[in-house]
Each structure stands twice: as C-alpha cells, then as structure tokens.
C-alpha cells in the first residue's frame, strides 16, 4: 500500500512539472473553442482510455510470466490499443479529424503534442515488438 501512495505522489508530481514544462500550445485565431473540441472528442478520448486501461487489464490477467516479451507487450499493448481507437475513431474525418482530436487531447492534459508524440509512438512501438517477440517464442 505505501509504495501506490508513493508511486502516486511521484507520478502526479512528474505530470505537474512536465505540464509546467511543456504547456499546451497558444490557441489560433481560427481554431474551435475547447467546448466545441470537448463536444466532438469527448467520446473519443474516453473510449481510447478505456480501451488502454482494457488492455492492461487483460495483458496482465493473461499473459505468461517468462521472458521479456510480456512485459513489453504489458507496457506497450495498451499505448498501442489507445493509439489504435484514436486513429479509428478518427479515420473517417481524415488528417483535419486526427489533428482536431491531438488538439483536444493536448489541451485536455495541458501538455503539449510533442510529448504525446514521444511517448505514445516509443511504446506502441514496443508492444507491437512485444507481441512478435511472443509469437516467435511460441
């Protein structure tokens, strides 16, 4: 229990610092308005976490506990799951409807789009590997 209270407070003080470090970027002149953003990706937003959380879940009920591979998928599977339902949900709108959805997510976490970028492509990247790596060990 002491050690998810710790995990707790670092990781809600790294997410301060890094929203403090890396703010969202200024809004333009012709870009909707955040409630306009919130009505339009609300739905989407929560369905990728969801589905993120989902995978975690799963991964870590169902995988085996040998080797490397599960826990890159553990880490991984879910960023890429996430990464996945955001592009789905977003498919149909084209490059306006994927940057609008960034541009709610970004303001949203009031942390810029370089930071998602540089976390969610790494990671996804690795359960992507991950789930090779286990198919070629099976």
């Not at 707790?8 to 890094?18: K, L």
């Not at 969202?24 to 609300?42: G, H, I, Y």
């Not at 370089?114 to 790596?133: A, D, E, H, K, R």
Request: hydrophobic fraction near 50%; glycine fraction near 10%.
């Amino acid at each position: 229990m002491l050690d998810e209270i710790i995990s707790g407070i670092i990781g809600s003080s790294v997410a301060e610092w890094a929203q403090k470090r890396w703010p969202p970027r200024a809004r333009s002149v012709d870009e909707p308005s955040f409630e306009q953003l919130q009505t339009r990706n609300r739905t989407l937003y929560r369905a990728s976490g969801v589905s993120g959380g989902a995978a975690f879940i799963l991964c870590f009920l169902c995988l085996p506990g040998h080797g490397i591979w599960p826990i890159e998928v553990l880490f991984g599977l879910p960023f890429f799951v996430m990464t996945a339902v955001g592009a789905l949900g977003c498919a149909s709108g084209g490059r306006v409807r994927v940057l609008e959805f960034l541009r709610y997510w970004e303001l949203k976490q009031k942390l810029n789009f370089w930071i998602l970028v540089s976390f969610l492509v790494p990671l996804s990247l690795l359960g992507i590997v991950g789930i090779f790596s286990g198919l070629a060990a099976l």
